[in-house]
């Protein structure tokens, strides 16, 4: 296939892309492999997505890494897949400080084992200072709780008389969500071909442009998220608006 690249549209790159890397387990069975060694081939997936948008010069990248439903997996499976966000981690910051990228979580991260709060707070820590991509791994994460504890929040505010209800607008909701300093993504993709958002982003895609691929996680490449880039550029975003509005 040729290269994608030079079709893109370098003004108009999305900010903010957001993936559910799904098919990991299928494309191990397919292959007649263990599950787990489906979620280590996922790995270089997600090194040629973040490469990708470091050229494209994408802002955030957002990847749905594991979510708060994901703890109902079998043990072996979800330490096998907290094992291999430690030895990622561990290995790729070299990589992030080459190409400037901060690293970010999003989730109930606390929920985690130390191993990983250690080496995502060291990560997280010495890219502080990286201005370039911003790679926001979801983790232990879902959006009906991050929706339910924004809620709560604001609820108290109000009991304490620190705010009244009239004042909850919707960048005040935003506020208190983990992505506060995030912009709402614009694309989000899923590959696998499930269609289906699995408590992911809920309130933040309310205008995001969806693209599903086919492919399974670890079969996914750069070519095949340029591809997602340029039907995304070949979409209208009319937000509510008219067609006719839009080119005036
Ligand atoms: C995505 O692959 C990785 C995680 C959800 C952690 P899956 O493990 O969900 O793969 P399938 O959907 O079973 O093929
Ligand atoms: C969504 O994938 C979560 C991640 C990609 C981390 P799942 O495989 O867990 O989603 P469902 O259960 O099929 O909806
Ligand atoms: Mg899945």
Request: hydrophobic share 35%; aromatic share 8%.
């Amino acid at each position: 296939m040729k290269n994608q690249t030079s079709n893109i549209n370098k003004d108009r790159i999305p900010k903010h892309v957001a993936i559910i890397m799904d098919g990991n387990g299928r494309w191990a069975k397919k292959n007649g492999l263990l599950r787990t060694i489906g979620h280590s081939n996922g790995v270089k997936s997600v090194r040629e997505v973040v490469e990708a948008s470091v050229e494209l010069g994408v802002s955030f990248l957002t990847l749905y890494a594991f979510s708060n439903e994901n703890w109902k997996r079998p043990k072996t499976e979800v330490n096998a897949l907290l094992e291999l966000l430690v030895k990622s981690l561990n290995k790729e910051l070299p990589t992030f400080q080459e190409n400037n990228i901060q690293l970010q979580t999003i989730g109930e991260t606390q929920n985690l084992p130390k191993r990983c709060h250690k080496i995502l707070r060291e990560t997280i820590e010495k890219t502080a200072n990286n201005d370039g991509l911003k790679l926001v791994l979801a983790l232990s994460y879902s959006s009906k709780l991050e929706i339910l504890n924004s809620v709560k929040t604001l609820a108290q505010k109000v009991a304490e008389k620190i705010i009244s209800p009239e004042d909850i607008t919707e960048s005040v909701f935003s506020n208190e969500l983990y992505t506060a300093e995030h912009p709402d993504p614009d694309l989000l993709i899923r590959t696998s071909g499930e269609h289906r958002i699995s408590n992911f982003l809920l309130w933040q895609i309310a205008y995001a442009e969806l693209y599903f691929s086919p492919k399974l996680w670890p079969d996914f490449t750069k070519e095949d998220f340029f591809e997602a880039i340029l039907d995304y550029q070949n979409r209208e975003r009319r937000f509510g608006k008219t067609a006719e509005q839009l080119k005036n």
